[in-house]
């Protein structure tokens, strides 16, 4: 087996903005495995606020190019490298070589039912009021959306005026850690009144237990604070919903693994994504198709996507050609 790294920037259509910052463009690592006439391929993007870089994820790639470049499996991968975006590019390129050398889908080798499409929302970027109504208007006919907040009591002003643009539409919102105990508490009545239908990680992670006596009227969703199935015990009695993403659990063997744990204690899954490619949200439909939420919007984010790329019609996301990954 033969690994070869590489990096990408990829411009985004817009400015991507939530609590703890922006970005413009998405930098991100492809991993290609091949043996033979077979190729693999997995993509990751770096992130900041888990202490990763790409200097750091190229790094952890490179310590493993003897194990991997002489057999490694998936399952050895998961004790070799830390859960993170460099085991997620390892991982996702290994269940693409396997698909492409056995001649079977990712779907098929996972013992799951491959659907014609799943439904997507589309994320509107933290901002003022008003832009958050324009770029909504782009969007009018998709049943759901997901609105980022920042912890501002502005927040209310950017769900009542996007629920104007979008009557019918159904709302998630993402405070990613921005916000307070109390203000939770003052305002989750108030997204209620407005159809908000999931609350994601209101707090930062770390501070979920103010939630273990909260009754609110609006499900939870974990994200920052749950990364693999290590993080399930501490968040029992506190969420809801967990949000499952390849960059955080390390790849899609420990997203399976997680989803599944997940389910019997409990939970219910939204699955989710960083910004990246077509090639980065593809593993992902696999975990997708167990969930009730389904966040897969990154490379709609982007003003050119790598080809094949996955399409989207009013949230309708097709799912990946056998080219692209799987």
């Given at each position: 087996?033969?690994?070869t790294?590489?990096?990408?920037?990829?411009?985004?259509?817009?400015?991507?903005?939530i609590?703890?910052?922006?970005?413009?463009?998405?930098?991100?690592?492809?991993?290609?495995?091949?043996?033979?006439?077979?190729?693999?391929?997995?993509?990751?993007?770096?992130?900041?606020?888990?202490?990763?870089?790409?200097?750091?994820?190229?790094?952890?790639?490179?310590?493993?190019?003897?194990?991997?470049?002489?057999?490694?499996?998936?399952?050895?991968?998961?004790?070799?490298?830390?859960?993170?975006?460099?085991?997620n590019?390892?991982?996702?390129?290994?269940?693409?070589?396997?698909?492409?050398?056995?001649?079977?889908?990712?779907?098929?080798?996972?013992?799951?039912?491959?659907p014609?499409?799943?439904?997507?929302?589309f994320?509107?970027?933290?901002?003022?009021?008003?832009?958050?109504y324009?770029?909504?208007?782009?969007?009018?006919g998709?049943?759901?959306?997901?609105?980022?907040?920042?912890?501002?009591?502005?927040?209310?002003?950017?769900?009542?005026?996007?629920?104007?643009?979008?009557?019918?539409?159904?709302?998630?919102?993402?405070?990613?850690?921005?916000?307070?105990?109390?203000?939770?508490?003052?305002?989750?009545?108030?997204?209620?009144?407005?159809g908000?239908?999931?609350?994601?990680?209101?707090?930062?992670?770390?501070?979920?237990e103010?939630?273990?006596?909260?009754?609110?009227?609006?499900?939870?969703?974990a994200?920052?604070?749950?990364?693999?199935?290590?993080?399930?015990?501490?968040?029992?009695?506190?969420?809801?919903?967990?949000?499952?993403?390849?960059?955080?659990?390390?790849?899609?063997?420990?997203?399976?693994?997680?989803?599944?744990a997940?389910?019997?204690?409990?939970?219910?899954?939204?699955?989710?994504?960083?910004?990246?490619?077509?090639?980065?949200?593809?593993?992902?439909?696999l975990?997708?198709?167990?969930?009730?939420?389904?966040?897969?919007?990154?490379?709609?984010?982007?003003?050119?996507?790598?080809?094949?790329?996955?399409?989207?019609?009013?949230?309708?996301?097709?799912?990946?050609?056998?080219?692209?990954?799987?």
């Amino acid at each position: 087996m033969h690994l070869t790294v590489t990096t990408e920037d990829w411009r985004l259509q817009r400015t991507f903005r939530i609590a703890r910052g922006a970005q413009t463009v998405t930098t991100v690592v492809v991993v290609t495995v091949t043996d033979g006439e077979a190729r693999g391929r997995g993509e990751c993007e770096p992130q900041d606020h888990y202490g990763e870089s790409v200097e750091s994820v190229l790094g952890q790639i490179e310590t493993i190019r003897g194990v991997l470049e002489n057999g490694l499996s998936r399952e050895e991968l998961l004790h070799t490298l830390p859960a993170g975006a460099a085991r997620n590019a390892v991982d996702c390129a290994l269940w693409d070589l396997e698909a492409k050398r056995d001649n079977r889908s990712a779907w098929e080798i996972a013992g799951l039912s491959k659907p014609d499409f799943m439904l997507t929302d589309f994320t509107i970027s933290l901002d003022k009021p008003e832009a958050m109504y324009a770029q909504a208007l782009e969007y009018l006919g998709w049943p759901i959306m997901k609105l980022k907040l920042g912890g501002e009591d502005e927040d209310i002003e950017r769900v009542r005026t996007v629920r104007e643009a979008l009557p019918e539409t159904r709302f998630t919102i993402d405070a990613n850690e921005s916000w307070s105990f109390d203000h939770l508490a003052a305002m989750a009545p108030k997204f209620a009144e407005l159809g908000v239908v999931l609350i994601e990680q209101p707090l930062p992670a770390g501070q979920d237990e103010a939630l273990r006596n909260y009754s609110g009227p609006v499900p939870m969703c974990a994200d920052e604070s749950c990364h693999t199935r290590e993080s399930l015990p501490k968040l029992r009695g506190l969420y809801d919903f967990i949000n499952i993403k390849l960059d955080k659990t390390g790849g899609l063997t420990e997203a399976l693994f997680l989803a599944r744990a997940a389910q019997a204690a409990g939970f219910r899954l939204m699955t989710g994504c960083m910004t990246g490619t077509s090639l980065a949200m593809a593993p992902a439909t696999l975990v997708a198709s167990l969930s009730d939420f389904v966040d897969l919007d990154g490379g709609l984010m982007l003003r050119e996507d790598r080809q094949p790329a996955m399409t989207c019609d009013l949230g309708r996301l097709k799912l990946p050609d056998p080219g692209l990954w799987g």
